[in-house]
């Protein structure tokens, strides 16, 4: 059983920056396909970025491409979400899923319903 735990969050103007990570537990991390989605206030989660097993392959959102740059690190069990040029509308609740599917090390893909593992969520709010 994987235990996904989101970090990183925060306030911050816009404009500005920041990195969210996701630590994993529990079992072998490299195994899964991962993604980071949001949930803004009012409204449905959404998808944002993910990346394969391997991290040769993303899926970025229209909405944020270009600004928000999706990692991992095997080694160390982490997943990242680097978000640059923030704007208000990019508040949120952010959450980190896995896909424990078996699929090959550069499948990826963007669809809510193939993740069945997710974290707790982090807090982004953008002012201004």
């Known amino acids: 059983q994987v235990q996904l735990v989101e970090s990183g969050g925060g306030l911050v103007q816009a404009g500005g920056s920041l990195r969210l990570s996701c630590a994993t537990s529990g079992d072998t991390f490299d195994n899964y396909v991962l993604g980071w989605f949001r949930q803004p206030p009012g409204n449905n989660r959404e998808f944002i ?14 909405s944020v491409k270009g600004r928000f740059t999706i990692s991992r690190d095997n080694a160390k069990n982490t997943l990242y979400l680097q978000m640059n040029s923030l704007k208000s509308e990019d508040t949120a609740v952010y959450y980190c899923a896995a896909d424990r599917a078996i699929h090959s090390a550069n499948y990826v893909t963007s669809r809510p319903r193939d993740f069945d593992t997710w974290g707790q969520g982090t807090q982004v709010t953008v002012r201004g």
Do not use: K, L, Y
């Open 49 to 62: 970025s993910a990346i394969s097993r391997s991290g040769t392959n993303t899926a970025v959102a229209d």
